[in-house]
């Protein structure tokens, strides 16, 4: 029997927009970082169609979000209790900037 925690990680949206909204995925269903990305932004995009917030649904579509802290292999690598990733759509990114709780 699998730990369900293993093969799972947890990502968190580091956007003045879209702070505060998270997803675990299963690393086993993705294969890149822009895998990742794209089942957020789905995600995102089905969220906000079910509750007829067309102009959120429109700002996931103009974003370019991006993971810069980490490679794919360093995902597949982490520890999932200790280190958390963080999805940004800043054109400048400081790590210390893209905890949950900063101030925006």
């Known amino acids: 029997m699998e730990h369900y925690g293993y093969y799972h990680r947890t990502f968190f949206m580091s956007s ?3 702070r ?3 997803v675990t995925l299963d690393i086993r269903t993705v294969d890149s970082t822009q895998d ?3 089942v957020i932004k789905k995600r995102l995009t089905q969220l ?3 509750q007829t ?3 959120l649904e429109d700002e996931v579509n103009k974003r370019d979000f991006h ?3 980490h490679s ?3 995902i597949l690598l982490l520890d999932t209790d200790v280190e958390p990733v963080y999805i940004c759509d800043h054109n400048h990114c400081d790590p210390c ?3 949950p709780n900063a101030s925006i």
Do not use: A, K, P, R
Request: proline share 0%.
């Open 97 to 99: 900037d893209n905890q």
């Open 36 to 38: 990742i990305i794209h």
């Open 53 to 55: 917030l067309s102009y």
């Open 72 to 74: 794919f292999e360093d």
């Open 48 to 50: 906000f169609q079910s």
């Open 67 to 69: 993971i810069h802290s």
């Open 20 to 22: 505060g909204y998270n």
């Open 16 to 18: 003045e927009l879209f």
